[in-house]
């Protein structure tokens, strides 16, 4: 009976945190880590500290998110962990606090460009989590830098005043950066529209209430396209370490997926933009290290 209850707990907190976005966050902070420090030896256990706490910091942002949203959640997704009672609003404001405070104690250890990062992202989760149903597309913009950020957060996990700065590496890291904005901002706006009714419930302000779903559409196909053009970058160059034979096989099946994403139904068009993201990280990572795998 109790290791019933304690799984049930677990999995609540997974839930909570969003289990497949602490994992596509903890592949970014290597992503980013490994594009920029090519030429470079990478420090495995920076890497893995600045990993674990982007799960903490973004965790404690969902976990903040739902305590504020219960009643939109009540409309939009009432199997979420507190509409549902599985967790109290209490519990889950308290869970959040120590995933915070855990995760900028890991940053601070890594060193003081980590913390920084860190410490502004915590703020601008609390500030998303309790005003983004207000903000309009200013609350979009948000959650994509956050998102984006992490990238250059394992780029700061990595770099040090004493290292050779590769501009190649330097370049491809801020291509990932701006792609995994660009791609994220589509998904929110897909995601405002997939919650409008819970919205308008809550007398929200996101931009298909305010301008309408069909506006919102253009301008999430416009954010996707944009990060397809951009992801195309680094294959009209040579950058030295970096394969773009295996990166441009997985880039163009992503982009196709991105921006098949909006022909598809709408209960799947989100689904496929994660996809899509997903399979545009694994093309950096292949890329960055498939120079190194064949030899």
Same mark, same amino acid.
């Given at each position: 009976?109790?290791?019933?209850?304690? @799984?049930?707990?677990?999995?609540?907190?997974?839930?909570?945190?969003?289990?497949?976005?602490?994992?596509?966050?903890?592949?970014?902070?290597?992503?980013?880590?490994?594009?920029?420090?090519?030429?470079?030896?990478?420090?495995?256990?920076?890497?893995?500290?600045?990993?674990?706490?982007?799960?903490?910091?973004?965790?404690?942002?969902?976990?903040?998110?739902?305590?504020?949203?219960?009643?939109?959640?009540?409309?939009?997704?009432?199997?979420?962990?507190?509409?549902?009672?599985?967790?109290?609003?209490?519990?889950?404001?308290?869970?959040?606090?120590v995933m915070y405070?855990?995760?900028?104690?890991?940053?601070?250890?890594?060193?003081?460009?980590?913390?920084?990062?860190?410490?502004?992202?915590?703020?601008?989760?609390?500030?998303?989590?309790?005003?983004?149903?207000?903000?309009?597309?200013?609350?979009?913009?948000?959650?994509?830098?956050?998102?984006?950020?992490?990238?250059?957060?394992?780029?700061?996990?990595?770099?040090?005043?004493?290292?050779?700065?590769?501009?190649?590496?330097?370049?491809?890291?801020?291509?990932?950066?701006?792609?995994?904005?660009? @791609?994220?901002?589509?998904?929110?706006?897909?995601?405002?529209?997939?919650?409008?009714?819970?919205?308008?419930?809550?007398?929200?302000?996101?931009?298909?209430?305010?301008?309408?779903?069909?506006?919102?559409?253009?301008?999430?196909?416009?954010?996707?396209?944009?990060?397809?053009?951009?992801?195309?970058?680094?294959?009209?160059?040579?950058?030295?370490?970096?394969?773009?034979?295996?990166?441009?096989?997985?880039?163009?099946?992503?982009?196709?997926?991105?921006?098949?994403?909006?022909?598809?139904?709408?209960?799947m068009n989100q689904?496929?933009?994660?996809?899509?993201?997903?399979?545009?990280?694994?093309?950096?990572?292949?890329?960055?290290?498939?120079?190194?795998?064949?030899?």
């Amino acid at each position: 009976m109790e290791a019933s209850k304690t @799984i049930t707990k677990a999995k609540t907190i997974l839930e909570l945190i969003r289990l497949r976005n602490a994992i596509i966050s903890f592949m970014g902070v290597y992503a980013g880590a490994l594009v920029f420090s090519m030429g470079n030896t990478a420090p495995i256990s920076s890497i893995l500290k600045a990993a674990i706490s982007t799960v903490l910091i973004l965790g404690a942002g969902n976990a903040q998110n739902d305590y504020f949203d219960h009643e939109i959640d009540r409309v939009n997704r009432p199997k979420r962990p507190i509409p549902s009672g599985r967790i109290t609003r209490s519990d889950t404001f308290m869970l959040s606090l120590v995933m915070y405070l855990i995760g900028l104690g890991i940053a601070k250890s890594i060193n003081q460009y980590c913390l920084i990062i860190a410490a502004a992202n915590t703020v601008m989760l609390m500030i998303y989590a309790k005003y983004s149903k207000k903000m309009l597309l200013t609350a979009n913009l948000f959650i994509s830098y956050l998102v984006a950020s992490v990238f250059i957060y394992g780029a700061a996990a990595v770099y040090s005043p004493t290292m050779r700065i590769n501009t190649d590496a330097v370049i491809l890291t801020l291509v990932l950066t701006v792609c995994a904005f660009f @791609i994220n901002l589509a998904r929110e706006i897909v995601k405002d529209i997939e919650d409008i009714e819970g919205d308008k419930s809550a007398y929200s302000a996101t931009l298909p209430i305010r301008y309408g779903v069909q506006n919102a559409k253009t301008i999430a196909l416009l954010a996707a396209t944009t990060a397809v053009a951009i992801s195309l970058t680094p294959l009209t160059h040579d950058a030295q370490g970096f394969n773009e034979l295996i990166y441009g096989i997985f880039i163009v099946l992503a982009d196709v997926v991105l921006l098949s994403s909006f022909k598809a139904k709408p209960s799947m068009n989100q689904h496929m933009l994660v996809a899509g993201m997903t399979l545009a990280l694994i093309s950096f990572l292949l890329g960055a290290t498939a120079p190194i795998l064949t030899h």
